[in-house]
């Protein structure tokens, strides 16, 4: 099965003087690339702040950076969850640099492995997930990981 992703172009504003992509933006790919992640498995996050009572929160992010992302790049980001526990979701997630090339081979510039907890809208601590929302989550996670 091949990951979820979207699509992101390189702005002026996404990088520093010389064109390269500030560190801490490939974050809000990130973000980007889950949050639509979830809304293609009919989740939105507002919904489940407002009915379920509840908020992801990122707790934990482990990130190589392999190549820079350059002013002008068309990125890919995707978002592939590998764990899905009763309060707690894996995710692994890269950023490549779609490349025109004759192989069709990207190039990866970030490699990354999210970990989101489920917690309470008024922040009081983790909570279950609904059964309807942990099952849309297991079915998205690819059978070698299983």
């Known amino acids: 099965m091949k990951p979820f992703s979207i699509q992101v172009r390189i702005y002026y504003e996404d990088t520093d003087v010389g064109g390269v992509v500030y560190y801490a933006n490939y974050l809000r790919y990130l973000e980007r690339a889950r949050t639509e992640w979830l ?7 507002d919904v489940i702040q407002r009915d379920m009572k509840a908020v992801f929160v990122v707790r934990r992010v482990e990130a190589d950076y392999h190549l ?27 950023v490549l640099r779609n490349v025109d090339s004759s192989d069709g081979g990207d190039e990866l510039l970030l490699s990354a492995t999210v970990t989101l907890a489920f917690i309470a809208s008024d922040l009081s601590g983790p909570i279950r997930m609904p059964p309807l929302l942990r099952a849309a989550m297991k079915s998205t996670i690819p059978a070698i990981a299983e």
């Open 68 to 94: 820079p992302a350059l002013l002008g790049n068309m990125i890919t980001v995707t978002a592939e969850p590998i764990e899905v526990g009763a309060s707690r979701l894996v995710i692994r997630q890269r």
């Open 39 to 45: 809304r293609a498995a009919g989740f939105e996050l």
